[in-house]
Nanobody, 116 residues
């Protein structure tokens, strides 16, 4: 069983920055995939960024490349998302995600609102 707890959401003006953090508690290892998804009102949940394995290979949605950076601290079981140059279209609930073999886990979500 894994529990994921997000923090760091909030309200920011366009062009600003926010940093999201997710702490994982339970049986998680550096081999497991961790990352972030988001869901805007009326839209499907979509991948934002994921980071895999001990070499920290990262994958980003095209819409956030060059603006968002995902990082991971395997010693602390945390994953973070640094979001720069935020746009109103980044407004969504952001969910922390972990994939362990055949199981997936989600955090409760944290709201990010970007005003124009």
């Amino acid at each position: 069983q894994v529990q994921l707890v997000e923090s760091g959401g909030g309200l920011v003006q366009a062009g600003g920055s926010l940093r999201l953090s997710c702490a994982a508690a339970g049986s998680i290892s550096s081999r497991d995939v961790m990352g972030w998804y988001r869901q805007a009102p009326g839209k499907q949940r979509e991948l934002v960024a994921i980071i895999t394995d001990t070499d920290s290979t990262a994958k980003y949605a095209d819409s956030v490349k060059g603006r968002f950076t995902i990082s991971r601290d395997n010693a602390k079981n945390t994953v973070s998302l640094q979001m720069n140059s935020l746009k109103p279209e980044d407004t969504a609930v952001y969910y922390c995600y972990a994939a362990l073999a055949t199981l997936t886990y989600w955090g409760q979500g944290t709201q990010v609102t970007v005003s124009s």
